[in-house]
Nanobody, 126 residues
Framework: QVQLVESGGGLVQPGGSLRLSCAASGRTFSTYSMGWFRQAPGKEREFVATISRSGGTTVYADSVKGRFTISRDNAKNTAYLQMNSLKPEDTAVYYC???????????????????WGQGTQVTVSS
């Protein structure tokens, strides 16, 4: 079992930046691919970004490409999501997730992920 804890959310003005962190328990972090997803009020949870076990492969949703950067530090059991040029439509609860049996490319599909954090609120508003 892996426990994931997100942090770093908050209120930011349009055009601003935030860095989310996802701290994982256990000693098998480096064997999981990691993903970030988000859910806005009244909408379904959607894919944001994912990173392979080694960090060598990343995939982004078109809506965040060029603005968000996913990374990981396997020595610290932590994944990150750097969010720049934030827009009001980025407002959502952001969740990190771990895929414990990644095959090939890191997945963008929600049901491929086995462990989820509790989420952190990001609000972009002036």
């Amino acid at each position: 079992q892996v426990q994931l804890v997100e942090s770093g959310g908050g209120l930011v003005q349009p055009g601003g930046s935030l860095r989310l962190s996802c701290a994982a328990s256990g000693r098998t972090f480096s064997t999981y691919s990691m993903g970030w997803f988000r859910q806005a009020p009244g909408k379904e949870r959607e894919f944001v970004a994912t990173i392979s076990r080694s960090g060598g492969t990343t995939v982004y949703a078109d809506s965040v490409k060029g603005r968000f950067t996913i990374s990981r530090d396997n020595a610290k059991n932590t994944a990150y999501l750097q969010m720049n040029s934030l827009k009001p439509e980025d407002t959502a609860v952001y969740y990190c997730a771990a895929d414990r049996t990644p095959v090939g490319y890191p997945s963008t599909v929600i049901y491929e992920y086995d462990y989820w954090g509790q989420g952190t609120q990001v609000t972009v508003s002036s």
